[in-house]
């Protein structure tokens, strides 16, 4: 069975600050990996995405997350955070071999606050 | 270029009642999803549809049905709405194809109270 989790309810940084937001899961089979933000009031927006090639994977905003096959954690980093990453952060997993139904299954979010 | 979208916005019901959920897309996407977030739970699905004339029950289909009408439309439908009903729902959808690994795109979301 897939399982995501992220430890962490809420994460705190100082503007300047590097940030992580931590998420590890559990799959039997290929995963692939996504981050999510999602905004007050507002639906999902698609951050970044692990399927296969370079295990360090850049994405919007300055966000970037590191792929490792024999370890389980994919956090989410940025080397200097803004007051405009304050949002909830969704990690998301699936399976390239689930007979193309696109599922995911989320982590349960972190919410991130950045202070000035 | 809409994208995802969603209606209502807000919707009160009481218990016992019956409402519909609208959901389309212009992306000419596969696959489309409803979601449910509820806090410290993140999104649990509903229900999906890889493909046009299809649908699946996700990890909490109880209590809903959901129809395909075309490429563009899938609608969640509560038939007795109840108090544990109320939350955030999500729309999505994805460009599935054999590859699989796209990301979904989502709706703006209702959000539901049910008395």
């Known amino acids: 069975a897939q399982s995501v989790a992220q430890p962490e309810d809420q994460v705190n940084v100082a503007e300047g600050n590097p940030l992580t937001v931590k998420c590890t899961y559990s799959?039997?089979?290929?995963?692939?990996l996504f981050w999510y933000v999602q905004y007050p009031n507002r639906g999902l927006q698609f951050l970044l995405k692990y399927i296969t090639g370079d295990n360090l994977v850049k994405g919007s905003y300055g966000f970037e997350a590191e792929f490792n096959k024999s370890q389980t954690p994919f956090h989410l980093k940025k080397p200097s955070a803004l007051v405009s990453d304050s949002a909830l952060y969704f990690c998301?997993?699936?399976?390239?071999?689930?007979?193309?139904?696109?599922?995911?299954?989320f982590g349960q979010g972190t919410t991130l606050q950045v202070k000035p | 270029n809409a994208g995802v979208t969603q209606t209502p916005k807000f919707q009160v019901l009481k218990t016992g009642q019956s409402m519909t959920l609208q959901c389309a897309q212009d992306?000419?996407?596969?696959?489309m999803y409803w979601y449910r977030q509820d806090p410290g739970m993140g999104l649990r699905l509903i229900y999906y549809s890889a493909s046009e004339g299809t649908t699946d029950k996700g990890e909490v289909p109880n209590g809903y049905n959901v129809s395909r009408l075309n490429k563009r439309e899938f609608s969640l439908r509560l038939e007795s709405a109840a108090p544990s009903q109320t939350s955030v729902y999500f729309c999505?959808?994805?460009?599935?194809?054999?590859?699989?690994?796209?990301?979904?795109?989502f709706g703006p979301g209702t959000r539901l109270t049910v008395l």
């Open positions: 992306m000419n996407h596969n696959s």
């Open positions: 998301a997993v699936g399976l390239l071999d689930s007979g193309n139904t696109g599922k995911l299954i």
């Open positions: 999505a959808s994805s460009e599935e194809g054999k590859a699989g690994g796209r990301e979904q795109f």
């Open positions: 799959v039997s089979g290929n995963p692939y």
